[in-house]
């Protein structure tokens, strides 16, 4: 009988974990279905993106300290063209301007990120508050309110303070931990009986690989295979210390949410039916996302990359894994600390098993042993990187859902960029981006992913980093030449506007008939840009010709009546 009740029991054991294991992400089912007509559930949140030092200029005004990436911008040959960010959109001074555009699109949110050292100019609170930082974000944040536009904000951007970079490391060192819950602290406090909506971090993985692996961006910094895993690690850690002060001090009494944004391409396995090439997807998917999702929903690393870290550390001789490790305290501490996941989706690659030899050295992209690809018949509007997968963000989003535990999701960006010299508002590949995959997120709502809102990426063109100004996201065309920086509606606007007005895609009648809509109403908008260049040519003319011109003819007659009173002598 004692036997009998065993193997039962062994049974229920093994049933329950065919069960659970029946919730893992199918890489094998790949449903590519066709457009699906409905609406979105009654609550969902529009909004537009954007970031600090991306728009808002002023780089170095009323007390804004300088952060790495206002110094690395100023190194010549970091950015495409020798662009900067000092006056970019000049949203510093346009911000009133910008939340009437938001208004009238009616955006429910809009995202963006306070500048570190613009409220804390040498990154420590104990040093200097900047009361002029702080009345900048006062300001937009109450006339986001006062147009019922809820503020969705972003801690940290990539725009850390130089000091802080200069003085310890930056990320590297695990002071920073404790400086970033100063400065978040601050916010709490300042501002938090208004904004709701926190993000820690936005795309911690392009802090870490892109600025201290590659040297793509600011610090600039090329230590391969070491110092990206540190950088990883602290954000984490300061990302958990945030988050536990919100929910000790504040969260009682302002009622918010922390989150952080996560940036990550989907990674599809080229033949599905290979185990090897679904290995190596899952492995791009953990060593992208999971590398600090997995963290902070399960309290540590992907097992997969402690696996694979650790191998290629011990081949190369190393005493211990490059991957530094969780303490058992840290990993309680760590895990849970997410009250919504955003997360930001652009795009897709296939992916295969590819094998990178440890004597090769060290290399967080050798470490994954796979090889990206990409298919030439995906649309691609310019951007080497970007290509149009809309399946790929409904698979990213199912993943998420069964790999951890199906969490209140808040899409932070998705959009697409053009890399032309745009004088062309009729962008009719972006809305069809916009269409196809807002609509993949609807399908993906459809199977129970459960989002809560969506931000398209971006709300105005801006700095996009070491491409610089050639490459535009925005629903809004910016003319940079203009010192004044006028905002143009492309297209897309007009687009996006009809799908937050009818909530979705009610009918195909109605769908096809806003692209038309659009590309009428872009026409006005061209005839204005295309008289810009004209109206900025005039201004030249007369703030930099005529002055100089009448200099020199000041000089020229200076010099003529010396030589006449030389003559008389």
Request: aromatic share 14%.
């Amino acid at each position: 009988m004692l036997q009998r009740c065993v193997l039962r029991s062994y049974l229920v054991f093994v049933l329950a974990l065919c069960v659970s294991a029946s919730k893992d992400f199918d890489w094998t089912k790949n449903e590519r279905t066709s457009f699906y007509y409905g609406t979105f559930p009654t609550g969902f949140s529009w909004g537009a993106g954007s970031s600090a030092y991306q728009t808002e200029g002023a780089w170095n005004l009323d007390g804004k300290g300088m952060s790495i990436w206002d110094a690395f911008a100023h190194r010549k040959g970091k950015i495409f063209l020798n662009d900067t960010g000092d006056s970019s959109c000049e949203g510093y001074h346009k911000f009133k301007d910008d939340v009437a555009l938001m208004k009238d699109i009616k955006l429910n949110h809009y995202r963006f990120s306070i500048s570190w050292p613009r409220i804390l100019p040498s990154g420590l609170k104990g040093e200097q508050i900047n009361e002029k930082g702080i009345k900048y974000y006062d300001d937009l944040i109450n006339m986001l309110l006062d147009n019922q536009i809820t503020p969705v904000v972003t801690l940290h951007h990539w725009d850390l303070p130089q000091v802080l970079q200069e003085k310890y490391g930056g990320w590297q060192n695990v002071s920073m931990v404790n400086y970033f819950n100063d400065f978040a602290n601050l916010c709490f406090e300042r501002f938090g009986s208004r904004v709701k909506y926190w993000i820690t971090f936005n795309n911690p993985w392009a802090i870490a690989v892109e600025g201290y692996e590659t040297g793509e961006h600011a610090p600039g910094l090329k230590m391969k295979g070491t110092a990206a895993y540190k950088v990883a690690h602290n954000i984490i850690k300061a990302h958990a210390k945030v988050w536990h002060t919100y929910d000790m001090q504040w969260r009682k009494k302002q009622k918010g949410l922390v989150g952080i944004s996560l940036t990550a391409d989907w990674g599809e396995p080229v033949d599905i039916t290979n185990q090897r090439d679904i290995e190596a997807a899952e492995r791009f998917i953990q060593f992208y996302m999971g590398w600090f999702a997995t963290p902070i929903f399960n309290g540590d690393y992907p097992q997969v990359m402690k696996d694979y870290i650790g191998r290629k550390s011990g081949q190369q001789g190393l005493g211990a894994s490059r991957l530094p490790v969780f303490s058992p305290q840290e990993k309680s501490y760590i895990k849970g600390t997410c009250d919504f996941l955003g997360l930001g989706h652009f795009t897709t690659r296939y992916i295969t098993q590819k094998n990178y030899p440890s004597g090769l050295g060290d290399s967080y992209f050798a470490d994954r042993d796979l090889a990206e690809l990409v298919d030439p018949q995906w649309p691609d509007p310019g951007s080497e990187w970007l290509y149009s997968v809309p399946w790929g963000f409904r698979r990213l989003l199912n993943f998420v859902k069964t790999q951890y535990g199906n969490p209140m999701i808040y899409v932070t960006e998705n959009g697409v960029s053009e890399k032309m010299v745009c004088t062309d508002l009729c962008d009719d590949w972006r809305m069809q981006y916009f269409k196809d995959y807002i609509n993949e997120m609807l399908k993906a709502m459809k199977d129970g992913v459960n989002v809560k809102g969506y931000t398209a990426w971006s709300l105005l063109d801006n700095f996009e980093w070491d491409e610089g100004f050639s490459e535009r996201f925005g629903l809004y065309y910016v003319d940079f030449r203009n010192k004044n920086k006028p905002r143009y509606p492309k297209a897309s606007v007009h687009y996006y506007k009809r799908i937050i007005s009818s909530n979705g895609f009610p009918n195909q009648r109605e769908v096809d008939s806003w692209k038309r809509k659009a590309v009428e109403t872009c026409s006005s908008s061209n005839q204005l840009l295309a008289a810009d260049p004209l109206i900025g040519h005039m201004e030249m003319v007369t703030e930099i010709v005529v002055p100089t011109v009448c200099t020199l003819c000041i000089l020229l007659s200076a010099v003529f009546l010396m030589f006449l009173l030389r003559g008389r002598h």
